[in-house]
């Protein structure tokens, strides 16, 4: 736990958005008893919040706990995520991610098992980019893992794969994502697994989907991530998390 009433108005709202980030991951099925979200402490990139270990539709504010990027908790004596190095690797490999996801969402495991690329087929998906890559932990560790990404080493690989990509899938596991802003990336990981959703069905019904073009993207990418349109879904889903109070 972390003493948030004193710290600046800065990294409570982090910790506020990071609560309500939980809450919604877990509202909308992106994330299960496992799986995480983290956000980078906003006046020393050098750390990050996360919760201790808990089912993310049960994270408070007193459940946030700060660590430094090699995954080492600053101020709690509660067990972290045994996974919590995919968000120490992946924060100091890239320095513009402010908030990261870690889920093992079913719609989007099939795309971690086959040669099927996943990528964005709707437009609310733009923001996880055209090409997402799939990290195999047998590459560099072998096939006696329990494929999940508990050293620093094994995280580094990953964001190796991630390279500068918005996503990278893991093989028979789930999903690592990341973007500047917490409601943006929330709201990328609720997209993607809907498109994933949608690029089955489509592949179920025999035919060859059309994938956004890299100008539609493009476009899209100009979106403003604070205007009011974007802020829309953030605003709503707190709402319906019960957690519009922390706004
Ligand atoms: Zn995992």
Known sequence: MIAVDTYSDAVRRTVHDLVIANRILADKGVLDAYGHVSARHPENPSRFFQSVSLAPELVTVDDIAEFDLDGVPLS????????????????????????????????????????????????????????????????????NTDLLVTSPKIGDSLAVKLGTNRAVLMRGHGFAAGAGTVSGVVRMCVYMARNAEVLTTVLLLGRTPIDLSSGEIAARDLFDPMSAASRRSWDYWAAQVGFGDLL
């Open 76 to 143: 709690e004596s509660r067990p972290a995520y045994k996974e919590r190095f995919i968000h120490s690797s992946l924060y100091a490999a890239r320095p513009d991610f402010s908030c990261i996801v870690h889920a093992h969402t079913e719609s989007i495991l099939p795309f971690t098992l086959t040669d099927i690329p996943l990528r964005p087929v709707v437009h609310d998906a733009s923001a996880m980019g055209a090409f997402v890559p799939v990290w195999d932990i047998r590459d560099d560790f072998g096939e």
